[in-house]
């Protein structure tokens, strides 16, 4: 197999990677993602794992690169990653009692052969219903920034969980089994 890029600087990413055996090195992607294009999330996920991967394949011309992006998405808004507690807090009453997906776009790129792979996995999350307190509390300890809807499913957050259907990994960032079953060929 040749050589794995990990266009991504997700800790969850690398650590499902490692857990899972396969060898890779981290190169992250340099984009900003634009949640307000006009295309279904499911798409929008798609669309911002190859932009990725095609971004650092410019950089290792003989490599498999992996890209992936996380959108959650609710009553037809895509949510990323909040800049502010004050964002993330908005995010987190939004989801509060409501079911959510969490959708993982993932790119696998043969950069030498200019072939991809493009794939996304959706995921159902119910919150349950929380006091805003208890969401407000959350949002002090710091874990919802850097996460897609702000929360961590693998943290604190998932105190707020009622229940999932799907992937548990694919919430983390990286559907797993499809990942795998794709690098495998």
């Known amino acids: 197999m040749k050589p794995?890029?990990?266009?991504?600087?997700?800790?969850?990413?690398?650590?499902?990677?490692?857990?899972?055996?396969?060898?890779?090195?981290?190169?992250?992607?340099?984009?900003?993602?634009?949640?307000?294009?006009?295309?279904?999330?499911?798409?929008?996920?798609?669309?911002?794992?190859?932009?990725?991967?095609?971004?650092?394949?410019?950089?290792?011309?003989t490599k498999l690169i992996?890209?992936?992006?996380?959108?959650?998405?609710?009553?037809?808004?895509?949510?990323?990653?909040?800049?502010?507690?004050?964002?993330?807090?908005?995010?987190?009453?939004?989801?509060?009692?409501?079911?959510?997906?969490?959708i993982t776009g993932f790119t696998l790129l043969d950069s030498g052969e200019k072939h991809a792979l493009t794939h996304a996995v959706t995921t159902f999350v119910q919150f349950k219903k929380n006091r805003i307190k208890t969401l407000r509390e959350y949002v002090q300890t710091g874990e919802p920034m850097g996460k897609a809807g702000a929360y961590a499913i693998q943290g604190k957050g998932a105190a707020l969980i009622a229940r999932i259907e799907g992937s548990y990994s694919n919430v983390l960032g990286l559907p797993m089994e499809e990942v795998q079953r794709a690098i495998r060929g």
């Not at 997700?10 to 060898?23: D, F, H, N, T, W």
């Open 4 to 61: 794995l890029i990990l266009a991504s600087a997700s800790p969850q990413r690398q650590i499902l990677l490692k857990e899972a055996g396969i060898r890779f090195i981290v190169d992250p992607a340099h984009i900003e993602e634009d949640l307000t294009l006009n295309m279904p999330p499911l798409e929008l996920a798609r669309f911002w794992s190859f932009k990725k991967a095609e971004e650092v394949a410019k950089r290792h011309p």
């Open 66 to 102: 992996l890209g992936a992006d996380t959108i959650v998405a609710i009553d037809g808004q895509c949510l990323g990653k909040p800049r502010t507690k004050k964002e993330g807090l908005a995010m987190l009453r939004l989801l509060n009692g409501k079911t959510h997906r969490v």
